[in-house]
């Protein structure tokens, strides 16, 4: 098998993994709104999660660990879409709040750090902004 093979693969389960953190986030609540689904789709395209992979990621027993990134940016990214999914129906409750707190600290962030992103990140989020400027503003 070619190394380029290998990496990919652990590319796809590294996908698959920050897909089924997405999913969790979402069925938070307990409910998942068709925004939330809608946003989920998106996240499968892009992350390219298979209908098997999609399927499986939705039922109740979650068994993917949290993937952290070793890149800062990557790390951001992953936030900003755990807030996207939070986000989607435009209701943040504090199971999502507590639940991205936890992700925030799976990513390698310190419990003090995680609670201050998070504060900043639903304060910057209510005015809906794109990746680059959430990028910006985080890191000043």
């Given at each position: ?73 990557k790390r951001l990214r992953r936030l900003f879409d755990f807030f996207e999914i939070a986000f989607a129906d435009n209701v ?16 390698g962030y310190s419990p003090s750090k995680a609670k201050l992103i998070v ?22």
């Amino acid at each position: 098998m070619p190394i380029l093979d290998l990496y990919e693969h652990g590319e796809q389960r590294k996908n698959l993994a920050h897909f089924a953190t997405l999913a969790s986030l979402a069925a938070a609540d307990g409910v998942i709104t068709d925004e939330e689904k809608t946003a989920l789709d998106k996240f499968a395209f892009r992350l390219n999660i298979t209908d098997a992979e999609y399927k499986e990621v939705m039922k109740k027993e979650n068994k993917y660990p949290i993937e952290t990134p070793h890149s800062g940016e990557k790390r951001l990214r992953r936030l900003f879409d755990f807030f996207e999914i939070a986000f989607a129906d435009n209701v943040v409750d504090q199971e999502q709040v507590g639940l991205i707190v936890k992700y925030a600290i799976g990513l390698g962030y310190s419990p003090s750090k995680a609670k201050l992103i998070v504060e900043k990140s639903i304060a910057i989020f209510t005015g809906r902004i794109d990746f680059e400027d959430y990028q910006f503003l985080m890191e000043k």
